[in-house]
Structure formats: structure tokens, C-alpha cells
């Protein structure tokens, strides 16, 4: 099973971004939830969406609700973020993983992409 987390960059505050996480190996896609986390530097990694891929049923970390938006397309095996309005404060590496439950805390997340970079400048 894999999982490979894409779309990174660098982009202005205000600015929009989409990141792609692509599941493989993960039969059906729809068994899973898939999250979002970040890292900043010198930072703890935490929670920013979830979407159970069975149900739909999103979850959002305070801290992006309004602006951050996840969606999955199980014939495809994709999840994607799309951030919108960012602030310098979502300069991170983002990270997608796979759980059976959706959460926002990483301790339960058995599958885990590499990361990408994210940096908005203000």
C-alpha cells in the first residue's frame, strides 16, 4: 500500500493551492478515511481535514475550516486539498495517511505519505 502526497509549493498569502495524495495497493479505497496533517518546523505534527472515503463526512481543524476544502475521487484513488486563502501560517510539510476511522490526531494512522512543501509568503 502507498500513498504519494503532491502539489506543493511556493505561493503568496491569499493565494490557493491544491494537493493531491494518491492511494495504491489500498482495495477498496472507500474501507479508509484519509487525513490531512502538516508540520511546521520546530512544530508537532497535527490534524487539518479527514474525509471517510465510504461516507463522504469531512472534518476540519478549526484553524482551516472555511478555507480548506477535501475531496475524494475513489474511482480515481485520489484525495485532494484545496486550500484557499492561506496565510503564512500554513507554511508546512503536509502529509496524507490512511486510517480505517477519520480523526484528526496522527497517533492512529497506520499508512503515511511522504510530505509536501508548502510555503506561503506574506
Known amino acids: 500500500v502507498q500513498l504519494q502526497a503532491s502539489g506543493g509549493g511556493l505561493v503568496q498569502a491569499g493565494g490557493s493551492l491544491r494537493l493531491s495524495c494518491a492511494a495504491s495497493?489500498?482495495?477498496?479505497?472507500?474501507?479508509?478515511?484519509i487525513g490531512w496533517f502538516r508540520q511546521a518546523p520546530g512544530k508537532g505534527r497535527e490534524g487539518v481535514a479527514c474525509?471517510?472515503?465510504?461516507?463522504?463526512?469531512?472534518y476540519y481543524a478549526d484553524s482551516v475550516k472555511g478555507r480548506f476544502t477535501v475531496s475524494v475521487d475513489n474511482a480515481k484513488r485520489m484525495v485532494y486539498l484545496q486550500m484557499n486563502s492561506l496565510k503564512p501560517e500554513d507554511t508546512a510539510v503536509y502529509y496524507c495517511?490512511?486510517?480505517?476511522?477519520?480523526?484528526?490526531?496522527?497517533?492512529?494512522?497506520?499508512?503515511w505519505g511522504q510530505g509536501t512543501q508548502v510555503t506561503v509568503s506574506s
Open positions: 495497493g489500498f482495495t477498496p479505497l472507500d474501507y479508509y478515511a
Open positions: 495517511a490512511a486510517n480505517l476511522l477519520c480523526l484528526l490526531v496522527p497517533g492512529p494512522y497506520e499508512y
Open positions: 474525509i471517510s472515503s465510504s461516507t463522504g463526512s469531512t
